[in-house]
């Protein structure tokens, strides 16, 4: 009854972080777009920028329905529709468009001129007798597929309505009362959705549930937005956490049941359950809300966290059959030293809270509580599982006295000469880089239908854009045509200067049009068909009477809903707007260009790749990531001189800092990039190793009990953590990859110096 309770307190921490995770004060976090740096400027318009890109890529769902049959899209898309509403995971799902001619007539009369595309304005100022002509063409034409009747448009503006939702080759059924584009021979109708909360935790299920659905109907779909990557992420990183647990956990266990021969040594359980739930607990009451990668990594810590109870137990192993053993007072003799240890590690970790990244300040706090956790578990609640534990000698025993007697017999000299000159060209066939092609492996299903939903659209997706920002509406419109002109040799461009002309405009054409009113020629060609003069007079002049329309004033209709991405708003007295890049030709033409523009308190342009600034943040963080291991260096050399004094200090930090600099080398021979991650593997590895060798020079133990205990510690660490580098996340992969190459060589090197030096 006892242990029960005793293994119910460990788990205490557990109860608390499902709480959490209950009540809605935490949760966790699944989104791709948590996993990349915060934004380090500290300009208010990028971070503006930034949150407004990032909602309107987790706010949508797109499905199109495609079909050779055009009655067969639009039949399955509303039957997709459906679908899609009875799983309650979206609050709205749209697949008709509900036109109101009466609410277009209104939209069109109150913008008026302000709807002119830019090169009919121009026509209509310079030349209005083309102007009407076209118009009157288009009266006589019974395919022009005006919504408006000529009587509520006499001067013919609604002709544009269709050329102002931003979307290439998007049409409207007036039959089925729903959009759709014509790609490839088939008809696509287009199915949109918000989703709400309860999504991602099901979209996976409901994507195929479609899929069969379509496939059964024979017709295609083709899905695009966030949610769907991020489903897809949830999924694959909560599968990776499980069977990454369990099969960490079961090595482990199976190890050190072939290392102790007993099955009590599986009351570490109770140290690895306390440590995991109380790393968890923490990071969620910290932050409220914790990444699942987060998690992920953290159950890499299950070797870690048995460090400590196997230093303690590593002495039983090697105790004479005569000598009662008594796991308390091991456990309590090695305390000085677990408490360096868990003093330096956790000061390594908690270093990387200056990192401006989420995930690892996530991890730097998951790390430590779970290391206090296991520390507390260790000294307090083992104890109470392992009360008559009495080990016997097993096979690991022997192979721990052979290490320790016969590690010195080697030629360590030429072995460490051998292994220096080929480590040092490996260290310079190094390669330091950061990709978000290494955080983010999107799968291929979805990126092909993204891709191919950005191709029926007409739209192509790329991180390229502009930044445009001016003081006035108006100047920002101009400023917006203006790049757009320059831009044309070098790549195409979507702006606001294309929905909308500026209000200095408007008040040009509506003055040119009362002008007009009074000479009565220019619009000949509309007498020519039968529309009397004074009713086009009058329409001229009750224009020129309707207020100008502000850019502002003008995204307020559902017309202007296309268009409401592009504009952020007014920040810090500056209008701010983007200008999206597609099908660029010329890139470093485009970098040259926008050098030249000035950037002044009136206007400025700043060019947005988001790729390449990803990377120069990955790049700044990897960097202060290496200072950080520095400065972690010089620390726990600091607090080790000032308990060890200098030379055992330079023992202690010696093996480490090898083990760092022959895992450089060995990815260098392997040519795996090292990254951010890679970075933060080795910051980890070295606080390890610090582990080993201030319980090799600590411990009131014989060498053999401790290259024993090193061994178990090593071992474990090594099989937790090397089950990362199969993650399916190329970062995380060479974290796991890095950290367990650093952990044997911090085994090797520390065996060798405690078998040699410390042999008594």
Not at 40 to 66: H, K, P
Not at 527 to 541: D, L, S
Not at 654 to 661: E, F, H, I, S, W
Request: glycine letters at 6%; one cysteine or more; charged letters at 15%.
């Amino acid at each position: 009854m006892k242990r029960l309770l005793y293994f119910l307190l460990a788990l205490l921490p557990a109860f608390i972080a499902a709480a959490l995770l209950f009540l809605g004060f935490a949760k966790i976090d699944t989104a791709m777009s948590s996993l990349l740096p915060q934004n380090l400027a500290e300009n208010s318009v990028f971070r503006a920028v930034e949150d407004a890109q990032n909602r309107r890529l987790n706010e949508t769902a797109i499905v199109l329905v495609g079909a050779e049959n055009p009655q067969q899209a639009f039949e399955n898309a509303g039957q997709i529709a459906d679908l899609w509403r009875q799983s309650g995971l979206f609050d709205q799902v749209e697949n008709t468009l509900q036109i109101n001619i009466d609410d277009l007539t209104a939209i069109n009369q109150q913008m008026g001129v302000a709807l002119l595309p830019d090169y009919q304005a121009e026509l209509l100022l310079h030349n209005p007798d083309e102007y009407f002509q076209e118009y009157a063409q288009d009266l006589l034409n019974p395919f022009s597929g005006s919504l408006i009747s000529p009587s509520e448009d006499w001067l013919g503006f609604s002709r544009f309505l269709s050329q102002k939702q931003g979307l290439n080759q998007l049409n409207w059924s007036a039959e089925y009362n729903a959009l759709y584009s014509e790609y490839e021979n088939k008809t696509w109708v287009w199915v949109r959705a918000v989703p709400n909360k309860k999504a991602i935790a099901h979209i996976p299920q409901l994507v195929q549930k479609t899929q069969d659905f379509a496939q059964r109907q024979g017709v295609e779909i083709a899905v695009s937005g966030g949610i769907f990557f991020a489903a897809d992420s949830k999924q694959k990183a909560e599968q990776e956490s499980k069977i990454m647990s369990a099969v960490g956990l079961t090595l482990t266990f199976v190890f050190l049941l072939w290392a102790f021969r007993t099955p009590r040594i599986l009351a570490l359980s109770v140290v690895l359950v306390a440590g995991i739930s109380t790393g968890l607990a923490v990071s969620l009451a910290v932050f409220s809300t914790v990444h699942i990668l987060t998690i992920v990594v953290g159950t890499s810590l299950v070797g870690v966290l048995v460090d400590f109870p196997l230093h303690g137990l590593s002495a039983s192993l090697f105790r004479q059959p005569e000598n009662k053993w008594h796991t308390q007072n091991s456990i309590r003799k090695l305390l000085p030293t677990f408490a360096i240890s868990l003093g330096i590690t956790a000061a390594g970790y908690l270093m990387l809270l200056a990192a401006p990244l989420p995930l690892l300040k996530q991890t730097a706090v998951f790390s430590v509580a779970a290391l206090c956790g296991a520390f507390v578990a260790t000294v307090f609640l083992l104890p109470k599982f392992l009360r008559h534990y009495q080990a016997r000698t097993t096979h690991f025993t022997h192979l721990a006295y052979f290490l320790s007697n016969h590690i010195n017999r080697l030629p360590l000299l030429w072995i460490s000469l051998i292994c220096g000159i080929f480590l040092s060209i490996g260290i310079l066939q190094s390669h330091w880089q950061d990709d978000i092609r290494q955080w983010l492996v999107l799968p291929d299903d979805l990126l092909q239908q993204t891709a191919k939903v950005a191709r029926i659209s007409g739209i192509e997706q790329n991180a390229q854009s502009f930044i445009i920002q001016a003081d006035n509406e108006d100047k920002l419109l101009n400023l917006s045509k203006n790049i757009a002109n320059q831009m044309q040799p070098f790549a195409d461009t979507q702006g606001l200067h294309e929905w909308i002309l500026p209000t200095e405009k408007q008040q040009q054409i509506k003055q040119h049009l009362l002008n007009l009113s009074k000479q009565g020629k220019s619009f000949n060609a509309m007498t020519a068909v039968g529309i009397r003069p004074e009713i086009v007079q009058q329409a001229m002049q009750d224009t020129a009477q309707k207020p100008d329309i502000t850019l502002s004033g003008s995204l307020k209709n559902h017309l202007g809903a296309a268009w409401q991405h592009l504009y952020i708003g007014k920040i810090d007295n500056q209008y701010i707007a983007l200008m999206n890049l597609s099908n660029i030709r010329d890139m470093a033409a485009i970098e040259n260009l926008i050098k030249t523009m000035p950037c002044n308190k009136d206007s400025c342009i700043h060019l947005i790749d988001k790729r390449r600034e990803l990377n120069q943040q990955f790049t700044h963080i990897r960097n202060l990531t290496a200072y950080l291991k520095i400065a972690s260096f010089v620390l726990a050399f600091v607090l080790l001189w000032a308990v060890f004094g200098k030379r055992k200090s330079l023992f202690i930090i010696t093996p480490p800092t090898l083990a760092v600099l022959a895992t450089i080398g060995v990815l260098g021979w392997l040519q795996t990039p090292i990254g951010l991650f890679a970075m933060f593997g080795l910051l980890l590895s070295s606080a390890v190793g610090i582990d080993y060798t201030v319980y090799a020079v600590n411990a009131p133990e014989e060498p053999a009990v401790k290259v024993g205990g090193i061994t178990l510690a090593a071992t474990t660490t090594a099989l937790s953590f090397s089950l990362l580098s199969f993650s399916q996340t190329p970062a995380v992969a060479t974290f796991g990859l890095s950290v367990a190459i650093a952990v044997v060589f911090n085994w090797i090197i520390t065996v060798c110096l405690l078998s040699g030096s410390l042999k008594k």
